[in-house]
């Protein structure tokens, strides 16, 4: 099925530094979701990107699909020691399903 | 209130047994889905279902199976023929389509 590949696999900052996770596909992406797994926790959803180009903010989150529709990315804006978890990129393919990336795991050192 | 529950939280069992999880939702969902992760390895897609009556299998579904009879119920049975059957399982409802999924707390399930 879809691949999407989502890189890094881990990723330590400092509290207040900045944070990005890319998500990545060799094909066009329908739609794009993005969930944030805590750690010993269950996947929460944040958003849904469906357009080209699409740009989304939550806070000091943003969300960005990429021109061609083959990339996504999350950043985080001075990231806190709430931001601790794992992020996931999921593809909206055929039938419905959603194609999970790896995740990208943060660690905040406060 | 609201949301999808699954029981038991950890699973134990020996080897060769089947098991069944439980997973239920009262938010009137119509789609359900079993996920598996794996450390360093996402969730993967074991089976859904759009409605009920009806599933489907998912990317991984071999040694599983599942039922749904009742909208509110998707309950998931490892069989003794899944190989490495130890991972932590979640359960997603949602209405359907590829709209926002709702995850449960999931069942880690270890078998000796």
């Known amino acids: 099925g879809q691949q999407v590949m989502q890189i890094p696999q881990y990723q330590h900052v400092q509290e207040g530094e900045d944070f990005t996770t890319y998500c990545n596909s060799s094909?066009?992406?329908?739609?794009i979701q993005w969930y944030k797994q805590r750690p010993g926790g269950h996947p929460v959803f944040l958003i849904q990107l469906v357009k080209s180009g699409e740009v989304k903010k939550q806070k000091r989150l943003t969300f960005q699909f990429g021109e061609a529709k083959k990339n996504s990315s999350l950043h985080i804006t001075a990231t806190q020691t709430t931001d601790v978890g794992t992020y996931f990129c999921?593809?909206?393919?055929?039938?419905?399903?959603?194609?999970f990336g790896k995740g990208t795991l943060l660690t905040v050192n406060p | 209130d609201g949301g999808i529950t699954q029981s038991p939280k950890y699973l134990f069992r020996k080897e060769g047994q089947n098991v069944t999880l439980s997973c239920e939702q009262n938010l009137n969902h119509d789609a359900m889905y079993w996920y598996r992760q794996d450390p360093g390895q996402g969730l993967r897609l074991i089976y859904y279902s759009q409605i009920v009556n009806d599933f489907q299998k998912g990317d991984i579904a071999e040694g599983y199976s599942v039922s749904r009879e009742k909208k509110e119920s998707f309950p998931l049975t490892v069989t003794s023929a899944q190989k490495n059957p130890t991972a932590f399982y979640l359960c997603a409802s949602n209405r359907g389509g590829y709209n926002e999924q709702f995850f449960g707390p999931g069942t880690r399930l270890t078998v000796l």
């Open positions: 999921a593809e909206g393919g055929s039938n419905y399903k959603l194609t």
């Open positions: 094909t066009t992406l329908s739609n």
